[in-house]
């Protein structure tokens, strides 16, 4: 399996990675859907989950959002892993195009990967919704209740909620940079949210590999689906 994946990406300068939260939880961020994922863990709110980190959550219950959202979506300590430092090799030996994530947690930029495309978003950029004033997170992470602009607006995570829609440049140049891809390289993604999961299928070229500790729908049309820790993988082949 590995000599196999190292021999994929020796004979590729064209290679772009889809990546989603198994990518980090080796970095100590929890992924959504695995036994000890974000979805899976009892909290002390009246909704799911996946209610509270919606739009209309965001907007009805804008102080239980952010109670939420600071305590299990954002991780200021957290450092890139080895996975992260290999793409970003990958792409400064010239093999790597593009990381695309779903990932907000901005590890691959750390590691020093360039060409991020952020399918979600990123808790590094928040704005105002009056004035579209611009906050880094250090401005808001110890704001006591909601954080307000200057201005008096709400500042708003620039991460997309559920019923909001992507941003249509970012997914341009993903869907662009897979659709040309000689490789696509699948990891940490179980693959079940939309529209970042149909990615897979503008992939036109017949190396497509899924390192994922699950199995995915997509397993079947991978030529290879190693299911270990993808830092591992990289570990074994980098
Ligand atoms: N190595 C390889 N795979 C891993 C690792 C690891 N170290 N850790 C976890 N995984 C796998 C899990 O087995 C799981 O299949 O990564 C996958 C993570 O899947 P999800 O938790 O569903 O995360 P993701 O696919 O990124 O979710 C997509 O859902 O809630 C939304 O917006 C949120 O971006 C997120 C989207």
Known sequence: MYDELKE???QSNNIVFLGGAGVS???GIPDFRSAD???NTKIKYGSSPEEIISHSYFMRHTETFYEYYFENMVYPEAKPNIAHFALAKLEEMGKLKAVVTQ???NLHQLAGSKNVL?????VYRNYCMECGKFYPLKDIIDSEG???CECGGTIKPDVVLYEEPLDNDVWNKAYKAISEADVLIVGGTSLVVYPAASLVSAYRGNKLVL???GETTYDHLAKLAIHDSIGRVFSEIM
């Open 37 to 39: 994922g974000l979805y």
């Open 25 to 27: 939880t080796e970095s």
């Open 8 to 10: 994929i990406i020796e």
């Open 103 to 105: 990932n907000i947690d």
């Open 146 to 148: 909601v954080p307000k």
């Open 118 to 122: 952020e399918l979600h978003g990123s």
């Open 211 to 213: 390192i994922n500790k």
